[in-house]
């Protein structure tokens, strides 16, 4: 398992290198769901899932586990938009009654960590998988998880699930997923983290530049494949779903609101109105996550406005996008 210390003996985050740019912490706990020896055993109701509903690496799970029809093999957990104030950068299991989650019995995500290895140091992330089992975190690695979902589940998908990552098509979608993690995923936290100027202002044109190209070629297909659904578009939409209600202010990425890329504001709706996106995105987290919490500069103390906006439903407005396609079914057999 990779694991790169990220905190300092004070509890500060040291995702920072000396050039001021960004560089997120690599994830502690990498061993894939399989049925090979070492892998992590696919058993319905023996896993469950912590998540944030205004995490983008979170939300991109929670959206696969439903439209997959997971819900019923992977248990969920809910931390609270809100950071704690501690020492330290945690997650709080205040939403529960008593404040602990109710299966796994803790107030704080970092009691897990802890206890699966008591000398990590980085930051407890989400989502992570928990092992009831054994009590342990077992998986956090954001990046493959929706795959493994998409793969190693499969036993467990409801009938007629659809195929977010077909075979076929895997090696492009792996592509531009990386393209998509590293310049808009990753990039507006480059941005809103950056410690120097130079490193905020490449992030940005690395961002903006990107999101130009995704907008040209959503002008002529439906999703970013073509007529259906892939993993890729999961990707993509977590961030396009914060991008006005947090990254435009609280990340400093603004140039252009998403309502101003015509395609990429129709193609997120088209995506919010699809039974497992939508019903899973919780604006007033995001919102509380970003503006109100304790998320870049953690001991500054500074007066914070909760905005007005978005209008939710505005995302609820017709989009036209099915002119792109003749294809009813947005999902890939």
Not at 33 to 60: D, M, N, Q, T
Request: aromatic share 12%; glycine share 6%; with cysteine.
């Amino acid at each position: 398992m990779k694991f790169e210390k990220s905190f300092s003996p004070t509890g500060k985050p040291q995702e920072i290198r000396g050039d001021g740019s960004f560089q997120r912490q690599i994830n502690r706990f990498t061993t894939p769901f399989g049925s090979k020896e070492g892998e992590l055993p696919v058993e319905e109701g023996r896993y469950r899932l912590i998540w944030c509903p205004a995490c983008p690496w979170a939300h991109r799970s929670v959206i696969v586990r439903r439209v997959l029809g997971l819900e019923d093999a992977i248990s969920l957990g809910t931390v609270s938009p809100l950071r704690p104030k501690l020492d330290r950068v945690d997650w709080e299991f205040s939403l529960d009654e008593n404040g602990v989650d109710p299966v796994l019995g803790i107030q704080y995500l970092s009691e897990i960590y802890l206890k699966t290895a008591p000398d990590y140091a980085g930051r407890p992330t989400v989502p992570v998988i928990v092992d009831l089992k054994k009590g342990e975190a077992v998986q956090n690695d954001y990046f493959h998880l929706t795959n493994y979902f998409e793969t190693e589940w499969v036993p467990f998908h409801k009938k007629n699930a659809p195929n977010l990552y077909p075979e076929e098509r895997r090696e492009d979608i792996d592509a531009l997923s990386d393209v998509i993690f590293h310049e808009v995923n990753n990039g507006v936290y480059k941005c809103g983290f950056a410690h120097s100027q130079e490193a905020y202002e490449e992030a940005y044109d690395v961002l903006f530049n990107r999101l130009d190209e995704l907008e040209k070629r959503l002008a002529t297909k439906r999703f970013l494949f073509g007529d259906y659904i892939t993993d890729s578009d999961v990707r993509l939409y977590t961030t396009l779903a914060r991008f006005d209600a947090a990254y435009v202010t609280a990340f400093n990425t603004n140039r252009n609101v998403l309502r101003e890329f015509p395609n990429l504001w129709g193609y997120a709706r088209d995506l919010y109105q699809t039974p497992g996106f939508g019903d899973t995105t919780d604006f007033d987290a995001i919102k509380r996550h970003y503006h109100l919490s304790i998320t870049i500069h953690p001991n500054k103390e500074e007066v914070k406005i909760l905005p007005k906006g978005p209008v939710a439903s505005e995302w609820n407005t017709p989009h036209h996008r099915e002119a792109l396609s003749e294809k009813e079914d947005k999902f890939l057999r």
